[in-house]
């Protein structure tokens, strides 16, 4: 069963009636442009074909319930609980979080009765949490006819992330996940929040985008995130800008001789090169030369493992695999320690790399990795 066929049928059987609607939104990977979103600088995700759909009607109590596949055990809650963050906890939160944001925004939030399923893969990087979170975003606006311009919910979608569930990210996931386009990526500005379609015809030009799951078992991740970030800031003090983002390529060596340890040297070098990475990225594609930007994608990981230190074995053993076997460029996307990589190939070649990849896998005594063959897609959307 598709997954929006799933969503219904766990409707049906959960609340016995037919949902009024359902509301689908996709995962995203970063094309490029690692860890400089809390340095002010640029991204470029896109949105997958994988998607989170919720099916849902309205409840005329003014409660919530919430099921999902990947439980089972539905939850409840009303107003009050939604109110306070941390009052409803684990999986659901993400849900409660939305219901809080809009109510924090100033709106009156309709009961509802949700039914989630989906294919994104949870946990591994592709980010399943902006999906979950938009697609019951848009599910509550039309459910209860809410005003809120689409261009407010990132906004909304990622407040109920930071302050509700409590997780530290960036404004990039949900604004893929939201604004993604067919055929593009979106260049996101992280200082200003501007945002860009730039095209990204993999399709026309015969390619696409693998993406390996590395199922690299995520060690660290956490503190080495706070870690990194902190470098970030204080090289920025040190350096007397308000982000790295301030620093470009043609000041890097004269910043970097203001550094004194070698460590921080070598982070800011990463944010930095990273940063014009994107923005050379973004100039090929405005150019309709997608296949060369593999290069940049494969500097931009060479870049993480040995100046920002963020990869592991799992992850660099997928990259130099997909590479040998013929990927224009492969890079980890993602915060590192784990996640997923990405690799430009030919679209007819996709399925060899792939097989080459979980060669090297075996070969190192890996856990397999999972592979998938992707051309950006569409953001969240109501289902006919
Ligand atoms: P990622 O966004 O990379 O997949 P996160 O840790 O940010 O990983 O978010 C994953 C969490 O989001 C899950 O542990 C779960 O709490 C919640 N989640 C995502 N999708 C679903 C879903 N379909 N059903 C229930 N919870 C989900
Ligand atoms: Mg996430």
Redesign the pocket.
């Known amino acids: 069963m598709n997954v929006a066929d799933r969503a219904t049928a766990g409707f049906r059987q959960r609340y016995g009636t037919e949902p009024a609607g359902r509301w689908a939104a996709p995962g995203r990977v970063n094309l490029i442009g690692e860890h400089t979103d809390y340095n002010d600088g640029f991204v470029l995700p896109f949105a997958l074909p994988l998607r989170?759909v919720v099916a849902a009607a309205p409840a005329l109590d003014g409660r919530c319930t919430v099921w999902?596949e990947?439980?089972g055990e539905p939850v409840e809650f009303g107003a009050a609980e939604a109110d306070e963050p941390g009052r409803v906890d684990?999986?659901a939160a993400?849900v409660a979080g939305v219901v809080w944001a809009l109510r924090a925004d100033g709106h009156d939030v309709p009961g509802a009765r949700l039914a989630?399923?989906?294919d994104?893969?949870?946990?591994?990087?592709?980010?399943?949490?902006?999906?979950?979170e938009s697609a019951v975003l848009a599910a509550l606006v039309d459910l209860g006819g809410l005003d809120l311009p689409a261009g407010r919910w990132p906004r909304l979608a990622q407040r109920a992330e930071n302050d509700y569930v409590g997780?530290p990210t960036g404004i990039m996931?949900q604004s893929a996940v939201i604004r993604g386009r067919a055929g593009h990526a979106l260049f996101l500005d992280c200082r200003t929040e501007e945002v860009e379609q730039i095209p990204f015809d993999l399709d026309g030009a015969g390619l696409a985008v693998l993406v390996i799951d590395s199922r690299a078992p995520h060690r660290h991740a956490d503190g080495e995130y706070a870690a990194r970030r902190k470098s970030c800031e204080q090289a920025a003090a040190t350096l007397g800008v308000t982000a790295l983002r301030d620093v470009d390529v043609t000041g890097l060596d004269a910043a970097l001789a203001r550094l004194d340890d070698d460590e921080t040297r070598r982070r800011v070098r990463h944010v930095v090169t990273e940063n014009q990475r994107v923005l050379d990225t973004v100039a090929l594609l405005r150019a309709g030369r997608v296949r060369d930007t593999g290069p940049l994608l494969t500097a931009s990981h060479a870049s993480m493992r040995d100046d920002f230190e963020i990869t592991v074995p799992e992850i660099d053993t997928a990259v130099e695999a997909a590479l040998s076997a013929g990927a224009y460029g492969a890079r980890m996307t993602g915060g590192g320690f784990g996640g997923c990589v990405l690799a430009l190939v030919d679209a007819d070649a996709a399925d060899a790399v792939a097989a080459a990849v979980t060669e090297a896998y075996a070969e190192r005594g890996f856990t397999a990795p999972g592979t998938l063959t992707v051309l950006p897609a569409g953001g969240v959307t109501r289902l006919g």
């Open positions: 989170t999902s990947l439980d684990g999986w993400y989630v399923a989906s994104v893969p949870v946990g591994s990087g592709l980010s399943s949490s902006a999906a979950i997780a996931d």
